[in-house]
């Protein structure tokens, strides 16, 4: 069935009027299906930088307080998109607190297969290495979770359905 242009217009701008009820930042945004302002988009994702230096606990409470979750990359050319654009060393979403040796890399609440150690790492030195940073050469490396390092958040990008 053929549906008159003037309905499908019509159609599209009652979704765009209800979805841009929740304000104008989100409004221009799922426009435009892009990332809000001062967040990076690579693929369906937006990542944003947090000022300073963190614990990883404290890295990750941030995220959440920001409405998004603390990175995880599931790639070498999403973690190369990081590095190039925002910083070379942050945090990611994986910890072995829980079981020591027994990796969990969360994006969000997916677990992530994805793994990238530096050889002769994860080395759990002095019995007290359990959290993950991307290092400045791509590659990760376990260190205490009381260390401070920079911090990148990710939160999907704004998708359109109509
Ligand atoms: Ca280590």
Redesign the pocket.
Known sequence: MMLPKHLIVGLISLCLMIRCTGGTERCGASIRGACPPAWNQWGDKCYKQLSGKLPWAEAKQECIKMGSVLVMPQSQEETEFLQKNLIDKFWIDCNDQHVEGTWVCQDGTTDVEYRNW?E??????QGK?DCAVVRPAGDW???PCDDLSPVICQRPAPQLHF
């Not at 002769?120 to 030195?125: E, K, T, V």
Request: hydrophobic content about 10%; cysteine-free; overall charge neutral.
């Open positions: 530096k002769g790492q994860p080395s759990n030195r290495e490396n376990d260190v």
